[in-house]
């Protein structure tokens, strides 16, 4: 619905723009850099989708509640990808890192997460290290995203749940995933 309602607007400033800077544009016309960015998202899913046997791929819900996770359900299902792919749930920063014990239940109770966690043989992913929950703790933050680690995974066994860890070393990585927020108003996924 939001592709057929904005396709013949977003094709006309494709063409007006072309060869322009996005940076620049940024500043120019917000609303086609939404529009770019909301179908950049898409495309990504549609990707891993086409590449899934050549690559092993899951998406990163940077969460502080159930709703982080569900924002990436509903992009894979804008893009209409076949069985989803896996979330890894990873804390933002060292104040998320915290709250991970305290959110995850929230997170394996809400009920549209646990049937796609059904659809992925009910294992979870999460990822410690990128962001301000690795880069500049060294190893005083890796232990506590060990210990985090380690009773995230006694919380999601009383789900049934299996948990596999992913820690990244090293610097912070360019990612160019724009603002969730923005690209979901976009989509109209944040209306009522």
């Known amino acids: 619905e939001y592709l057929q309602r904005t396709t013949p607007i977003y094709t006309r400033k494709v063409e007006q723009y072309a060869g322009q800077d996005y940076i620049a544009l940024m500043e120019q016309d917000a ?11 898409v495309e990504r899913f549609e990707m891993i989708d086409r590449y899934r046997d050549r690559m092993k791929i899951h998406g990163i819900a940077e969460y502080t509640s159930a709703l982080s996770a569900l924002e990436v359900l509903f992009l894979m299902k804008a893009a209409q990808v076949r069985d989803g792919i896996d979330i890894a749930l990873q ?18 109770e809400n009920p549209v997460y646990r049937q796609h966690l059904a ?3 009910n294992r979870q992913y999460i990822t410690f290290g990128p962001s301000d929950t690795g880069k500049q703790g060294g190893k005083a933050m890796h232990k506590l995203n060990m210990a985090i680690a380690n009773q995230h995974k006694l919380i ?18 360019a990612r160019c995933n724009g603002v969730i927020a923005e690209t979901l108003q976009e989509f109209g996924a944040l209306e009522g």
């Open 156 to 173: 999601a066994a009383r789900y049934g749940i299996e948990v596999v860890v992913h820690v990244i070393m090293g610097g912070e990585h």
């Open 91 to 108: 804390p933002e920063d060292l104040a998320g890192a915290e709250r991970t014990v305290a959110t995850v239940h929230e997170v394996y």
């Open 119 to 121: 659809t992925r043989g």
């Open 31 to 41: 609303s086609y850099i939404r529009m770019h960015d909301a179908r950049n998202a």
